[in-house]
């Protein structure tokens, strides 16, 4: 049965939580990643940071819907939603944009259930730790070219 270390990158491109926007989207671009984990110095995993939240940061923002009564404005959505939302649309930072607390996988995770993860999740890069520390990613670049060299 394969699992994430038989596939896995072991030498994973990292960003740290204090690393600038413009790095991060630089790195993503020249490496060809979809994702980089946002570690601190010790390796934990603390986010990550996908194409898609950087795309994010450029949609418009959806004013929430309001109601009056009694001459007062109420919002009809969560004010803690629009205010992580705006956060986000105005990172400078990776922490400000990355995504917490992110899926994860072991080294002992089968291949089926990354692929499945993948798919139904929409993830395309799934760091891999192990007591507690990163120590390599799964990319959907890995789980295509396991699953169709194994085909031939």
């Keep these: 049965m394969i699992k994430a270390k038989d596939i896995m990158s072991t030498d994973p491109i990292v960003v740290y939580p204090e690393t600038e926007i413009a790095e991060a989207v630089n790195i993503l671009l020249s490496k060809h990643v979809n994702g980089l984990p946002v570690v601190d110095k010790e390796m934990h995993v603390k986010g990550i940071l996908c194409q898609s939240d950087l795309v994010a940061m450029q949609k418009k923002f959806p ?37 917490t607390d992110p899926q994860t996988i072991t080294p002992d995770t089968p291949l089926e259930e990354i692929a499945q993860i993948m798919a139904e999740k929409k993830f395309h890069t799934l760091p891999v730790v192990e007591k507690g520390k990163l120590i390599g990613v799964v990319g959907k670049e890995d789980v295509l070219r396991t699953l169709f060299s194994a085909r031939k």
């Design 63 to 99: 004013f929430p819907s309001m109601f009056t009564i009694l001459d007062s404005f109420l919002p009809l959505s969560s004010l803690t939603h629009v205010e992580k939302e705006l956060k986000k649309m105005a990172a400078v930072k990776v922490e400000e944009a990355m995504t």
